[in-house]
């Protein structure tokens, strides 16, 4: 299993965050998870609102394309970009089916 996965023109991606971290970052692999360095901290969703910042700008799209799908409370998480833009060389991600 990868950590992402298309769903029709979405990406789904399965993340590991690490809040409170020296800066905001892609970090490799956890496990079967994308891990995700932020410097948020994980109160009163500031981590999850840093995430979802975060992924929009490096998938180029806007914040609004950007959810949450599960693992509010959780370091585990789903979240769901709707038809990103761009696809950041760092996770060698294959491009979208046709």
């Known amino acids: 299993m990868s950590f992402y ?13 690490q ?3 020296s800066c905001d970052e ?3 692999l956890h ?6 360095r ?6 009163d969703g500031k981590a999850n609102a840093k995430l979802l910042a975060f992924l929009a700008a490096a998938f180029a ?7 949450l799908e599960s693992g509010q409370q959780s370091r585990q998480k ?11 060389a760092a ?5 979208r089916p046709a």
């Open 78 to 88: 789903r979240v769901r970009i709707k038809q990103p833009q761009q696809l950041p």
């Open 26 to 28: 892609f970090a490799g």
């Open 61 to 67: 799209v806007g914040k609004s394309q950007v959810s």
């Open 38 to 43: 932020l410097t948020a901290p994980p109160v």
């Open 5 to 17: 996965r298309w769903d029709g023109a979405d990406l789904i991606l399965d993340c590991h965050l």
């Open 31 to 36: 496990g079967e998870r994308l891990k995700i």
């Open 91 to 95: 996770l060698g991600l294959t491009v």
């Open 19 to 21: 809040p409170k971290a």
